[in-house]
């Protein structure tokens, strides 16, 4: 689904269909059941996915001086300029996971994070990716592009912001 999204003004967050999804048929008999069975299983499977996504965005500050005092982050370049670098939590959450943030020193701007974790198990990788842009004033930066992808179950939530007006 398409919507188009903004805060009303009781700063609750609107959402309007940009297009409306096509009807589903429903199923009947066996493979109806299969179906709703596997529906419940991906929506209740995503849920668990964004629940632990929801624990390292934002960041918790606690867990990053825990890491800092383990010597768990690593610190490196990115490709192409010498003020841009890359921030790697190692076993933020859980031991295996990683916690990555990408920033510009030379303008104080956050530039991505990305979240590389699993649900119960490594088998179960769930990463986000996480791009932030600027707005017009060149310094308030914003969640530009935010991609979910659970790759046990080959679904991936892409969701765009943009458009934002005063």
């Known amino acids: 689904s398409q919507d188009r999204c903004y805060y009303g003004a009781d700063g609750q967050v609107q959402k309007v269909p940009v297009s409306e999804p ?8 066996l493979r109806g059941k299969i179906a709703e069975h596997k ?11 964004v629940a632990l996504v929801k624990q390292y965005v934002p960041p ?3 867990r990053i001086q825990a890491a800092k005092d383990a010597g768990r982050i690593t610190l490196q370049p990115m490709p192409g300029s010498d003020k841009r670098l890359r921030l790697t939590f190692s076993d933020y959450l859980k031991s295996g996971d990683s916690f990555a943030i990408d920033v510009d020193f030379a303008r104080s701007q956050l530039l991505g994070a990305k979240v590389s974790t699993f649900l119960s198990s490594p088998p179960e990788p769930v990463i986000l990716t996480v791009t932030f842009a600027t707005f017009l004033d ?8 935010i991609v979910l992808d659970a790759q046990a179950k080959q679904m991936r939530v892409d969701i765009q912001n943009s458009g934002y007006r005063r």
């Open 39 to 49: 529906k419940e299983e991906l929506t209740d499977y995503m849920k668990e996915a």
């Open 22 to 29: 096509p009807p589903q048929e429903k199923k009947r008999g």
């Open 138 to 145: 060149g310094v308030t930066s914003y969640s530009k592009a």
């Open 60 to 62: 918790d500050p606690a």
